[in-house]
C-alpha cells in the first residue's frame, strides 16, 4: 500500500540524550514535512525538504535536526537542545508543484520525556 | 501574514442532527484551502480541498465545505452528523510563499451524542 510510514509510534527520551524518528514515504512525493503538536496549539512546522539534499528550517527548528539523502526518506533528530521535545510529532509528504496539491500525513510519533 | 482561525474549541451536536465546523482565513493572493480530521491518536485525514471553481467543494464521509470570499470562510459541513464524525478537525490555508506548508487552525474538537 501506498502511504507514509512513522516509526516508531512510542518513543522516550531520557535527559541529554538524542532521538531519531523515522518517517518513510512510497508516494514518490518530491516535498516532506515535519510538524509538532501540542494540546491546544495546532500543528506548527519544524523543518521541511522541496528535494534529495535540501532542506529548510520551519517556525520552529531550534532544538531539531533533519537529513534528506533519499526521495523517499525524511528522518527527524531530537537533540538534547530541545528543552520541551515531549508531543506528538507528524510528517507529511506532498508533491512539489502546484499550492493546491495535498499534503497526506503518516499516523504520528508520541516522544515522551523521562 | 497569512492565517487560519477556528473559533469554536468545541462543537456539539445531536447525531442525526446537521453540523457546522467553522472558519475564517486571512491570505495574500489566491486561497489553498483544506479541511482534515484527526481521530485519537492517529495522524491527520484529508477531507476536501478548494483551490478554484465552484464555492461547495465535496470531500469524503459526506462532508462538504462552503468557500465565501466576501466573509473569508471556509466552513465544513455535513447534513446529518453521525457519532463516529467525533473527532478533532483541522482547517488550514497554503503558504503562498515557495515553502508550501500548510497553516493550520487551533482545532475544533466536533462531538456528536447519540
Known amino acids: 500500500d501506498g502511504g507514509i510510514t512513522q516509526s516508531p509510534k512510542y518513543l522516550f527520551r531520557k535527559e541529554g540524550q538524542n532521538v531519531t524518528l523515522s518517517c518513510e514515504q512510497n508516494?514518490?512525493?518530491?516535498?516532506m514535512y515535519w510538524y509538532r503538536q501540542d494540546p491546544g496549539q495546532g500543528l506548527r512546522l519544524i523543518y521541511y525538504?522541496?528535494?534529495?539534499?535540501?532542506?529548510q528550517k520551519g517556525d520552529i527548528a531550534e532544538g531539531y535536526s533533519v537529513s534528506r539523502e533519499k526521495k523517499e526518506s525524511f528522518p527527524l533528530t531530537v537533540t538534547s537542545a530541545q528543552k520541551n521535545p515531549t508531543a506528538f510529532y507528524l510528517c507529511?509528504?506532498?508533491?512539489?508543484?502546484?499550492?493546491?496539491?495535498?499534503?497526506?500525513f503518516g499516523e504520528g510519533s508520541w516522544l515522551t520525556v523521562v | 501574514a497569512q492565517s487560519v482561525a477556528q473559533p469554536e474549541d468545541q462543537v456539539n451536536v445531536a447525531e442525526g442532527n446537521p453540523l457546522t465546523v467553522k472558519c475564517t482565513y486571512s491570505?495574500?493572493?489566491?486561497?489553498?484551502l483544506f479541511w482534515y480530521v484527526q481521530y485519537p491518536n492517529r495522524g491527520l485525514q484529508f477531507l476536501l480541498k478548494y483551490i478554484t471553481g465552484d464555492n461547495l467543494v465535496k470531500g469524503s464521509y459526506g462532508f462538504e465545505a462552503e468557500f465565501n470570499k466576501s466573509q473569508t470562510s471556509f466552513h465544513l459541513k455535513k447534513p446529518s452528523a453521525l457519532v463516529s464524525d467525533s473527532a478533532l478537525y483541522f482547517c488550514?490555508?497554503?503558504?503562498?510563499?515557495?515553502?508550501?506548508?500548510?497553516?493550520f487552525g487551533q482545532g475544533t474538537t466536533l462531538q456528536v451524542k447519540p
Open positions: 525538504s522541496q528535494i534529495v539534499n535540501d532542506f
Open positions: 508516494l514518490n512525493h518530491d516535498a
Open positions: 491570505v495574500s493572493g489566491n486561497p489553498y
Open positions: 488550514a490555508v497554503r503558504d503562498s510563499g515557495n515553502t508550501g506548508k500548510l497553516i
Open positions: 507529511a509528504s506532498s508533491t512539489y508543484r502546484g499550492e493546491g496539491n495535498t499534503i497526506y
